[in-house]
């Protein structure tokens, strides 16, 4: 399943205040804040802000610490799984994970696992494909080959309940189809396309939803910092390409606010405008509002067609128990939509908003990543319950990610790259 940053370098300043919620200044901006956000249709911003300082602090009496001093850039280290790449390995995680949290499950169900290659067996991606019931009229499902050629779609997660069996048909550029195949799920299979195909997308829509309670400030000033330069860096893979850029920020009932949508935006001055006025506040107890947050994106206007949405979700702690089952939906939501939720562990991240973000990863061909402890900055992070990783600069992973997604080619870290590793890591796949 294919799914689908550009702010300059911005100057962090650490000066230490409390601020209240962003205040639009511009008469007619629209910013939705509420618990249920309605989604924002327009693709131009919907507020813009006085140039101020960034302030990113905590509420001296919250309970989830504190933040003190600017985080540098290109401090930040961090590893990833790829859960779809180890799926047997994830299944009993999920398994023994449930039972300890009290949390529900997904319920992914037996994946559809294919690789489509080229005649030459070269891989195939970003090949569109569609994928039906055996002997039904329509599809359930319409997605691209991603990177490496590789599909892992779940039928049940796209509301076709549990097959034993699928059919798939591939399509050329021009629209005619070129293979067809009857696959068993839960197994890996390959098909061979009688033409080469690679993947060259049309845009790339990347929704931020940012946890903004009192223990982010290191991560929101890493975001304000360098996020727009890495993904331009990564847009480099893919000349042409069209961006824009999506923000959710979120807190918890009883905070400034709960959820604030900005909707979309193809300035990349104006998401530096919105990332500069984010700050770290509230939250006083260890749930957020992460459903409300995760629904308010998903809901936004998605591009069509061939292309990359992709969501980076930031957070160091789950939705409130009640809500658990709520973002698991919001992340079925956004398997339909075929838009790829990537995660990002943070500060004092712990087993439950672990066992939430990597169900919403896997389901939708994201992936997991983590904050690890090895640059000696913000609060502690805890160890993630994975057999393998590699640490790294945090933005180097981001932009390995972001360079997967556009050019359809996995992208590894290089032996220089390499802080620390983990386990038997190859190619994303743990070998312990």
Not at 9 to 28: D, I, Q, R
Not at 181 to 188: C, I, S
Not at 363 to 376: C, E, K, N, Q
Request: proline fraction near 5%; aromatic fraction near 6%.
């Amino acid at each position: 399943m294919r799914p689908s940053l550009s702010i300059l370098p911005l100057a962090y300043v650490s000066t230490l205040a409390l601020m209240a919620a962003c205040t639009p200044t511009t008469e007619g901006a629209r910013v939705v804040v509420a618990e249920e956000p309605a989604p924002v249709v327009a693709e131009a911003a919907v507020a813009v802000y006085e140039e101020a300082a960034p302030v990113v602090v905590a509420d001296e009496g919250s309970a989830r610490g504190s933040y003190a001093g600017a985080v540098r850039k290109g401090v930040m280290t961090a590893g990833d799984i790829d859960d779809s790449l180890n799926l047997a390995d994830f299944t009993r995680y999920v398994k023994r994970a449930s039972g300890q949290t009290g949390l529900p499950q997904l319920g992914l169900g037996a994946p559809v696992l294919v690789r489509l290659t080229g005649p030459d067996g070269s891989p195939a991606p970003g090949a569109r494909y569609t994928l039906r019931r055996p002997g039904a009229a329509e599809p359930f499902h319409t997605g691209y080959a991603g990177p490496g050629g590789r599909i892992a779609d779940f039928s049940q997660v796209l509301g076709a309940g549990s097959l034993g069996s699928v059919e798939i048909r591939v399509f050329g550029d021009d629209g005619q189809e070129i293979a067809r195949d009857v696959v068993k799920t839960g197994k890996t299979a390959t098909i061979a396309l009688p033409e080469h195909a690679s993947w060259q997308p049309d845009f790339l829509d990347l929704m931020l939803i940012v946890d903004t309670t009192g223990s982010m400030g290191d991560e929101i000033a890493f975001l304000q910092r360098e996020l727009i330069g890495i993904t331009r860096a990564a847009a480099r893979k893919a000349p042409g390409v069209s961006i824009r850029y999506g923000l959710v920020a979120y807190r918890d009932h009883g905070d400034d606010y709960v959820v604030k949508n900005y909707g979309f935006t193809s300035d990349g001055g104006q998401m530096a405008g919105w990332l500069r006025n984010l700050t770290a506040d509230g939250g006083g107890d260890y749930p957020e509002a992460a459903a409300a947050a995760l629904r308010a994106g998903v809901g936004l206007n998605w591009r069509a067609g061939k292309g990359e949405r992709l969501m980076l979700h930031v957070a160091d702690a789950p939705p409130h128990d009640g809500d658990a089952a709520n973002y698991l939906r919001a992340a079925k939501a956004a398997a339909a939509e075929g838009v790829q939720i990537f995660t990002l562990g943070a500060s004092g991240v712990a087993e439950e908003s672990e066992y939430l973000m990597r169900q919403a990863s896997v389901a939708t061909g994201g992936r997991y990543l983590f904050l690890t402890d090895d640059s000696g900055v913000g609060n502690a992070h805890a160890e993630p319950t994975i057999p393998c990783y590699q640490v790294t600069k945090l933005s180097r992973l981001l932009t390995r990610v972001l360079m997967t997604e556009l050019s359809g080619q996995r992208q590894e870290a290089s032996g220089a790259d390499i802080i620390r590793e983990v386990g038997s890591y190859s190619g994303g796949i743990c070998r312990n």
